[in-house]
Nanobody, 125 residues
Framework: VELVESGGGSLEPGGSLTLSCTVS????????MGWYRQAPGNACELVSR???????WYPDSVKGRFIISRDNNQNALSLRMSDLKPDDSAVYYC????????????????????WGQGTQVTVSS
């Protein structure tokens, strides 16, 4: 299984950014996928999830600002982030395949080492 994120960067509050992830090693179109993030001192938290059928979920903290999408032909996952805030600063991780029967909003033991390397997003003025 390999998940490779890209698209992170530094930007000012209010800006937009799109993260991308390419996936290999499992049947992407059959998998529930998501994006987690972790900032220093914070838990690894789920910020978006998309089922194999295209149903999406977001926590209140990002609802209306983040949009997750998938391209099953390209084995690719994206996260469009708008109106970014300093609190959105974190390392973002493409995650999958996720357990379709259990939505884990916060993960013990952090994000690192579970999927890919992650991509850093820094929002500051």
């Amino acid at each position: 299984v390999e998940l490779v994120e890209s698209g992170g960067g530094s930007l000012e509050p209010g800006g937009s950014l799109t993260l991308s992830c390419t996936v290999s090693g499992f049947i992407f179109e059959a998998a529930d996928m998501g994006w987690y993030r972790q900032a220093p001192g914070n838990a690894c938290e789920l910020v978006s999830r998309i089922t194999r059928g295209g149903y999406t979920w977001y926590p209140d903290s990002v609802k209306g600002r983040f949009i997750i999408s998938r391209d099953n032909n390209q084995n690719a996952l994206s996260l469009r982030m708008s109106d970014l805030k300093p609190d959105d600063s974190a390392v973002y991780y493409c995650a999958g395949p996720l357990d379709p029967n259990a939505v884990q909003v916060r993960l013990k033991n952090g994000c690192q080492g579970r999927w890919g390397q992650g991509t850093q997003v820094t929002v500051s003025s």
